[in-house]
């Protein structure tokens, strides 16, 4: 599985951004999907997930109200939206996948993984 991310750039904050996440492969349906973002200095963390149908997802507490996450399988995409930015969200967005209907929020459960699109919100 191949993944393509985009969709980043400078945001004021209280802006919104979507961000796009493109795979590969006949079986893009069968696999969770997470965004995660490692800000300056600081570790990768958690920011979303979704199953293969879309069914189930979840949030860290630091996006959640804030970000949602969706998918549309016809197009092999997955989606972040991110509405309300706030500077603390400055980071390197990345996407990952792993085969399986489990939601991961370890960044090692992950088997592959997209480059990363960088998001800097500013104040």
């Known amino acids: 599985v191949q993944l393509q991310a985009s969709g980043g750039g400078l945001v004021q904050a209280g802006g919104s951004l979507r961000l796009s996440c493109v795979g590969s492969?006949?079986?893009?349906?069968?696999?969770?999907m997470g965004w995660f973002r490692q800000a300056p200095g600081k570790e990768r963390e958690f920011a979303s997930a979704?199953?293969?149908?879309?069914?189930?997802?979840n949030y860290a507490d630091s996006v959640k109200g804030r970000f949602t996450i969706s998918r549309d399988n016809a197009k092999k995409t997955v989606y972040l939206q991110m509405n309300s930015l706030k500077p603390e969200d400055t980071a390197v967005y990345c996407c990952?996948?792993?085969?399986?209907?489990?939601?991961?929020?370890?960044?090692?459960?992950?088997?592959?993984w997209g480059q990363g699109t960088l998001v800097t919100v500013s104040s």
């Open positions: 990952a996948a792993v085969y399986g209907g489990m939601l991961y929020y370890a960044g090692e459960a992950y088997d592959y």
């Open positions: 492969g006949d079986t893009f349906s069968s696999y969770t």
């Open positions: 979704i199953n293969g149908r879309g069914r189930s997802t």
